[in-house]
């Protein structure tokens, strides 16, 4: 028996693995770039956040997020720390949760599943850009521009849009079109947000821990709290991409609604600048030693106080104004930023036509798909790679024979 797998990124490499348990199966692991793994390579800004202790079906999404639970129940995160253990990877968890190689490095995680594929019955093909996978009487046959491969059961691992730069690819949603499965409207997710607020661009660089809610048509939609970085265009950090899903994707106002101090209640903010009336600084250094000093300076100036004005000088509800400002400040959202910056892709494949308990088709038996190319995705804090360790599993041992 012959499975073939399109797609040699973590849900793909998973798949072949569990695909592989069966020795009498053969492998073939079709990539279209040079190497496996690229995008895997970049994720958690090099470090590769690989799962998260508390990754369990509340923290996904789609049109049927249940979907999920079958795959995540099989292989949960207790079972993929085990198994990546097997592997010879080192883990370390973080207190919030998060999972991240002990070396801190993501071509750790990248390095011991490229080992792990070099096994007899796995034939990795590199530089296989897959042009046309046609249906056959006894399987599929899959082209590339100058091979063929030959298999009885088909794995479409190709991953999602999401992350262009790196390998983000339409490839297979495009190929499971052609088997007569549906697609959901794809939008970028864990994605930075763009602002025409022109403060943010003064403040570039700058990065402040605060409690972040996306506030739509004034009804908060979201909130997290954790690190937010200025740039130029907008914000970013963790906390925005934690609440980044589906932002600006209706009509209306949108905007984000930032407390910098979301353990200080707004009086003892207050009483303390309040307090500061005492000495000989000026307006513009209200708020050293609390945030910031360009923040605090931009803060002050958007109610209206020139950074020159002793601070002597503010009137009690100026003082007010200030604090108002640090605890509930908005910035204006335009829209998110586009796919090749984002992390990953919500939507996709539409999940009814599949089996959640094998990861096969119900249109086309022997054909299965895993990870990101189907409309799951999950929250930010390696809730996503756990769904394609977990998924990629399940099909690759429900296509090899293993369960």
């Known amino acids: 028996m012959v499975i073939g797998i399109i797609g040699a990124g973590a849900s793909g490499m998973a798949a072949a693995l569990a695909a592989a348990e069966n020795e009498d199966a053969q492998v073939v692991l079709m990539e279209r770039q040079a190497r496996v793994g690229r995008k895997l390579s970049a994720t958690g800004n090099g470090r590769c956040n690989l799962t998260n202790l508390h990754a369990m079906a509340g923290g996904y999404h789609g049109d049927d997020a249940a979907f999920a639970a079958p795959a995540l129940k099989a292989f949960d995160v207790e079972k993929t720390l085990d198994w990546f253990r097997g592997l010879g990877l080192f883990t370390v968890a973080e207190e919030s949760g998060r999972v991240y190689p002990y ?136 906390v925005m991409f934690e609440i980044s899903r589906d932002v600006c994707q209706g009509k209306g106002s949108w905007c984000c609604r930032l407390d910098f101090l979301p353990e200080i209640n707004e009086d003892t903010l207050k009483e303390e600048l309040l307090r500061r009336r005492g000495g000989n600084l000026t307006a513009g250094d209200l708020l050293t030693g609390i945030l910031h000093n360009r923040l605090g300076r931009v803060l002050t100036q958007s109610v209206g106080i020139s950074s020159y004005v002793p601070i002597a000088q503010l009137e009690e509800e100026e003082i007010a104004g200030v604090c108002a400002a640090v605890k509930g400040f908005e910035v204006n959202l335009t829209e998110p930023m586009g796919m090749d910056s984002a992390q990953v892709t919500a939507g996709g494949i539409v999940t009814d036509e599949f089996d959640e308990n094998t990861m096969e088709s119900r249109l086309v038996p022997g054909l299965y798909a895993c990870g990101e190319v189907l409309d799951i995705d999950g929250d930010c804090g390696g809730y996503n790679l756990q769904w394609a360790w977990s998924s990629g599993r399940m099909a690759g041992a429900h296509a090899g024979g293993i369960l």
């Open 103 to 238: 070396s801190d490095q993501a071509n750790s995680v990248v390095d011991v599943l490229r080992f792990a594929l070099d096994r007899p019955n796995i034939r990795l093909l590199t530089d296989f850009e897959v042009m046309k996978v046609k249906k056959t009487d006894d399987g599929f046959r899959v082209d590339s521009s100058d091979d063929s491969v030959l298999c009885d059961k088909l794995i479409v691992a190709c991953g999602g849009l999401a992350g262009t730069k790196l390998g983000g690819t339409m490839a297979g949603y495009k190929l499971l079109r052609g088997f007569g499965h549906k697609c959901t409207k794809l939008r970028p997710t864990l994605v930075q947000l763009k602002s025409d607020w022109s403060g943010c661009a003064s403040l570039k660089g700058v990065r402040a821990n605060c409690r972040a809610a996306i506030v739509h048509d004034g009804a908060v939609q979201i909130e997290s709290t954790g690190e937010l970085q200025f740039t130029d265009y907008g914000l970013s950090g963790p």
